[in-house]
């Protein structure tokens, strides 16, 4: 591994600095050795007690060892509950719109997945530290309402995760059954003819607490911004855990999910959303498709198996499992791209048919301890994991503008072309990956060595309908290195260096037709953390290089896919402070995402973003909460073209009362109707979410 100059360079001028920070508290601290220190006086306050966003204490389940994010030298952010209740979040993308690092919702707004890039970057899918997506809309995006958390770590994971994307792991942290009997019954009215129903439940099953349950449940019933387009489902999550000694946790969770309604991207026509066509703007409201036929109807059921045993205060072993079954059926219409209305808003459209299958089987265990040697204080661990998972996809059409005329400016239904389906079936496509991984957390004093490697074998397949199958095999060594030094005034000053390998399938476009190469990449990151003495401000930052090989290129090139680099710089901040009342987040985001080739900006990445979000409470049963984003320009593919930046608006007010709970959200307040993306030059457009307002009633218990 090669770490540049100019890297090193930042460093030390980080750890420079944060020496002559630590060297003023020291002085501070030896000219009042001679206080006196007085009895403590508690104080009792009538404001609402609520946990603060605050999350550099908390040990995330993201970095699969028992270490507080404040002592990994590795950047990780946490969203609690408490922070997607505050700001209304209907997804998981929603919960990420405050995150540092984060461009959450980079392709607008769409009823099929939650859409993200950590610094400039795809990053990977997961749920309880276990790899959730396999293939492209063929399951149920994880209903928000199911999670405790959101886990963001940023920059290359494979030493833990094996083959995934560059940009880090979002991994979403299950409900699962707690000690104290609790619940809550939750009905919500909002936007859009919303209409919600929610119900969650937990604790003991018997007075010795030997068995725990908690059921989370919920129905939906809902339209959207994009007319003819719903977004219904359920969600029935039930979990039990069996507590057979002390020293043993086993836990059950089932999930079973069912979404029905329509896909809500419409890839309309540049000309049009963008910039003005032929009559003026296409509203984020028109749906191109045919009432009644389109649909993008997903299920999914799935068990989850959690295995916790301490063999000793010191030793413990933990496992988790998962089976999934999902599937999806799409039918679709979307206007032919490229595409420009003509004078009268006529377009052709595209007719679409597929249904998707996954059968997902996970399972990563792991060994954890902790030991002393010397002066050193060591937090050992050794895992083995599994991918086992193959998606399907059956009755295919794409109709490539054989989905009949449609005006954008005045729809008029009923056109369905839908004799011209003539179906296929295409490849299936396995995964097969087994890594081998040992980390080793080591304290001496206030220094912190964080070193891991991992050794992957996998195998990815494309199952050929006819002919001979494609497959790639690649064995991978990766790994990361993290060094701390941790003051006592609370600064934490940190370096670290960490490698990402990701398979591809197919082939290139030259003649010999080449088998793709594995996308890799590694990060060298500089930054600190600061948690102050009262714990009340937290405060994280950090500069990151990110140099990716082999990536494949936006762009489609004839008879394959053309394989490029990426070069990413820059840097995050984010900043949490709280006082009796009164709690402020600020996040700030300034990087640099280039092809290596071309020298041109990567699509979808809003390479400047900036938030801010508060929250008051005044006295014991009001609390408010409002919050401005702002959204960088971004670029389609090839760097055009420029999709101009947004600032929107967030609000909330609540009142307590009792067991009861009242509050109204709002998102995109000044309801800005905003393009959030586009393929590249002349092609098509999406819209971002305009504004959403819902009421809450909660009864809790």
């Known amino acids: 591994m090669t770490i540049s100059p100019v890297f090193w ?95 959450a919702g980079n392709y607008g ?40 958390s959101i886990e963001v770590l940023k920059g290359p994971s494979s030493m833990l995760y094996g ?41 003991p099953v018997d007075e010795h607490g030997e068995f725990l349950y908690r059921l989370v449940a919920l129905g939906r019933d809902s339209d959207t911004q994009v007319d003819h387009v719903e977004d219904d489902g359920y969600l029935l999550a039930p979990s039990f855990t069996w507590r057979p000694s002390e020293d043993t946790d086993v836990t059950l969770l089932l999930n079973r999910q069912e979404n029905k309604g329509q896909v809500s991207a419409q ?59 999902s599937s999806a059926d799409t039918r679709e219409h979307w206007v032919t791209i490229p595409s420009v209305p003509d004078a009268n808003g006529e377009v052709a459209r595209t007719i679409y048919t597929v249904d998707r299958s996954t059968r997902i089987l996970n399972l990563d265990a792991r060994l954890k301890g902790e030991v002393d040697l010397g002066a050193t204080r060591h937090h050992l661990l050794l895992g083995l994991d599994r991918q086992d998972a193959r998606w399907e996809e059956d009755n295919y059409f794409y109709g490539y503008g054989l989905g009949g005329s449609f005006n954008v400016y005045d729809p008029e239904y009923g056109n369905l072309n839908d004799d011209v389906i003539t179906p296929t079936d295409r490849p299936d496509n396995e995964i097969e990956q087994t890594g081998l991984y040992l980390a080793d957390h080591i304290a001496v004093g206030p220094v912190v060595i964080s070193a891991g490697l991992r050794h992957d074998w996998a195998e990815n397949r494309s199952l050929a309908v006819d002919g001979p199958d494609t497959e790639s095999r690649e064995e991978a060594t990766t790994g990361r290195l993290g060094l701390m030094y941790r003051f006592d005034n609370g600064l934490s000053p940190y370096v670290s260096y960490a490698e990402s390998f990701s398979m591809n399938l197919g082939t290139d476009g030259t003649p010999e037709a080449n088998t793709l190469k594995p996308t890799t990449g590694d990060q060298q990151e500089v930054g600190f953390k600061y ?3 009262d714990k009340s401000l937290g405060i994280t930052a950090a500069y990151f290089d990110i140099t990716q090989q082999n990536r494949i290129n936006d762009g489609q090139t004839p008879g394959g896919a053309e394989q490029t680099g990426a070069v990413i710089d820059g840097w995050e901040l984010q ?85 009861w709970d009242f509050s109204v959200d709002a998102k995109n307040l000044a309801d800005e109707e905003y393009v959030s993306w586009c393929r590249s030059e002349g092609t098509d457009c999406g819209y971002g979410d305009r504004r959403t307002v819902t009421a809450n009633v909660r009864y809790q218990f």
Request: glycine content about 10%.
């Open 9 to 103: 360079r930042r460093c030390s001028s980080v750890a420079l600095a944060s020496l002559a920070g630590a060297s003023s508290f020291t002085l501070a601290q030896t000219a009042n050795k001679d206080i006196v220190e007085l009895d403590t006086v508690e104080v009792v306050s009538n404001a609402i007690v609520a946990p603060d966003y605050l999350a550099l204490e908390r040990e995330p389940n993201v970095g699969k060892m028992d270490i507080a994010v404040q002592e990994q030298p590795y950047s990780i952010s946490v969203v609690d509950e408490g922070f997607i209740r505050d700001s209304g979040a209907q997804s998981i993308q929603d919960a990420l719109l405050y995150t540092s690092g984060v461009h």
């Open 109 to 148: 707004f769409d009823t099929r997945i939650d859409s993200a890039k950590v610094r400039g970057v795809d990053a990977a899918r997961y749920l309880d530290g276990l790899r959730q997506n396999y293939g492209w809309y063929n399951s149920v995006r994880s209903n928000v309402y199911a999670l405790e």
């Open 163 to 203: 083959q995934g994307d560059l940009g880090g792991i979002i991994n979403a942290v299950s409900k699962l059954p707690r000690e104290e009997r609790s619940g809550e019954i939750w009905a919500q009215y909002g936007t859009f003819d919303r209409k919600q129903l929610a119900v969650d439940f937990t604790g």
């Open 267 to 325: 890839f309309l026509p540049q000309a049009g959303t963008l910039e003005p066509g032929s009559r003026g703007y296409i509203g984020s409201e028109r749906f191109v498709g045919e009432p009644g036929w389109d649909r993008y109807d997903r299920e999914k059921t799935e068990a989850t198996l959690f295995l916790d045993h301490h063999f000793t205060e010191d030793w413990a072993f933990s496992a988790t499992a998962r089976y999934t079954r």
């Open 531 to 533: 948690l102050s003495p």
């Open 575 to 659: 900043i949490n402070k709280r006082w009796d009342s009164f709690e402020t987040q600020v996040a700030y985001t300034d990087l640099n995402a280039r092809d290596d080739a071309t020298g041109d900006r990567l699509s979808s990445v809003a390479e400047r973003q900036a938030s801010w979000w508060n929250r008051y409470y005044l006295g014991s049963n009001w609390r408010f909460g409002a919050g401005v984003r702002y959204i960088g320009d971004s670029v389609g593919s090839g760097g055009a073209p420029l999709i101009p930046s947004v600032t929107l608006y967030d609000a909330m007010v609540g009142y307590t009362l009792g067991n």
